[in-house]
């Protein structure tokens, strides 16, 4: 039977696993779209922020598919699977502010940058928002599944014995087994 934060860290290593995989399916998909005189799209692979983000998301996948079937190190991997996602996300971010205002204003409220960009029909495609809410999501599943696994330490020589056990005998505020 699992613990507690066996279950957690379990089920957050499994989160974030789904989580790269869905990042590695944002990056297949179109990050950018032009429908000037023709529909034409840009997926996140063709350029270098996406090809980054996808490396990071196999990395991130990785480390959190071995969290999920390894005991040992389980927080580590965690930590490594959340950098990489939001190593990702910053890959994303960089990638829309590239297209200078293609985030900021609507066309509708002004802005001329903006309205020339709406009038060409260039803008942020679904991949792109898939892959900014995959990373967001691996951050916060992994980080999630760390900080709950707790780092037992163990001494040497000392074991947990719980009070009240037969060959315990209370001193002083304490269990102590009896040789």
Not at 110 to 139: Q, T
Request: include cysteine; charged fraction near 10%.
């Amino acid at each position: 039977m699992l613990s507690p934060e066996q279950r957690i860290t379990s089920t957050a290593s499994k989160a974030s696993a789904i989580s790269a995989g869905v990042l590695i399916l944002g990056t297949l998909l179109p990050w950018l779209s032009v429908t000037f005189f023709s529909a034409a799209t840009l997926s996140g692979v063709r350029l270098w922020e996406g090809k980054i983000a996808l490396i990071l998301a196999f990395l991130a996948g990785a480390m959190a598919l071995t969290a999920a079937v390894t005991d040992g190190n389980r927080r580590a991997m965690l930590m490594g699977s959340a950098i990489c996602g939001a190593l990702a996300f910053i890959a994303c971010v960089v990638f829309a502010f590239r297209f200078n205002n293609a985030l900021d204003i609507p066309p509708v409220l002004g802005g001329s940058e903006a309205v020339a960009l709406a009038d060409a029909g260039i803008g942020l495609d679904a991949g792109w928002y898939l892959s900014i809410a995959a990373s967001i999501a691996l951050v916060g599943f992994a980080l999630w599944g760390a900080m709950a696994h707790k780092q037992q330490q163990h001494v040497p020589g000392m074991e947990w014995v719980e009070p009240g056990t037969p060959g315990t005998h209370t001193t002083g505020g304490g269990a102590h087994r009896q040789p």
